[in-house]
C-alpha cells in the first residue's frame, strides 16, 4: 500500500477524529487542523485506549493549532501542499 498524506479539518469533531484514526491506523499521514492538540489526542484515546502514545499512530500525526477561519489563503494552500487528499 502506498503511503499518503491527508489534511483533516475539523480533525476533533465527532467524524473527523474517526477519520484521523482510521487514516493512522493504515499507516497514512495526517495534517490536521485543530484548534487543541491535546483535545485530538485525548479523543483519539477515547476511541482507542493509549493511541496518544502509540508511536506507531502519533509519529505520522501532524498538528496545526488554529482556528481555519484566521488562516489566510496562503498558508492554507502551505498546509495543502503535499496532500494527497482534504478531508
Not at 35 to 42: A, E, I
Not at 67 to 83: A, F, S
Request: net charge neutral.
Amino acid at each position: 500500500m502506498t503511503t499518503t498524506t491527508t489534511l483533516v479539518v475539523g480533525a476533533t469533531g465527532a467524524t473527523g477524529r474517526h477519520v484521523v484514526l482510521q487514516l493512522l491506523q493504515q499507516k497514512q499521514n495526517v495534517r490536521a487542523i485543530v484548534r487543541s492538540k491535546k483535545r485530538l489526542l485525548n479523543s483519539l484515546d477515547e476511541i482507542l485506549p493509549n493511541a496518544s502514545s502509540n508511536l506507531h499512530i502519533v509519529t505520522r500525526l501532524d498538528c496545526t493549532e488554529a482556528n481555519i477561519l484566521d488562516l489566510d489563503e496562503d498558508y492554507l494552500k502551505d498546509l495543502t501542499r503535499g496532500c494527497d487528499a482534504v478531508v
